[in-house]
Nanobody, 122 residues
Framework: VQLQASGGGLVQPGGSLRLSCTAS????????MGWYRQNIGKPREFVAL????????RYADSAKGRFTISRDNSMDTAYLQMNDLKPEDTAVYYC????????????????WGQGTQVTVSS
């Protein structure tokens, strides 16, 4: 499956962004989806995941209460709504697709998008 991430940009602290990850090539509803982020010189870190059905979601502690992951299987798209953004949220955000029902490890993801830059700065 091919993944295309979009929606990043420059936003002030306290602002919001919605990232999208659109899939093509294989049935989107067969895959659980995850969002990870990475800064230069740092390892990629987990942000959120959603199971193929949308029935299960999980978040990193840093994302809880501020970020919401969702999906629209009819649109072959997963979303990450990010509210109350902080400078420490600045990173390249990547979406991944996994055949594992609850993909809790990076190694569970077979496919990755190209990443979209999120910069939180005043």
């Amino acid at each position: 499956v091919q993944l295309q991430a979009s929606g990043g940009g420059l936003v002030q602290p306290g602002g919001s962004l919605r990232l999208s990850c659109t899939a093509s090539g294989r049935p989107f509803s067969s895959y659980s989806m995850g969002w990870y982020r990475q800064n230069i010189g740092k390892p990629r870190e987990f942000v959120a995941l959603i199971s193929w059905s949308g029935g299960t979601t999980r978040y990193a502690d840093s994302a809880k209460g501020r970020f919401t992951i969702s999906r629209d299987n009819s649109m072959d798209t997963a979303y990450l709504q990010m509210n109350d953004l902080k400078p420490e949220d600045t990173a390249v955000y990547y979406c991944g697709a996994s055949e594992v029902v609850i993909p809790t490890r990076q190694s569970h993801y077979e496919f990755w998008g190209q990443g979209t830059q999120v910069t939180v700065s005043s």
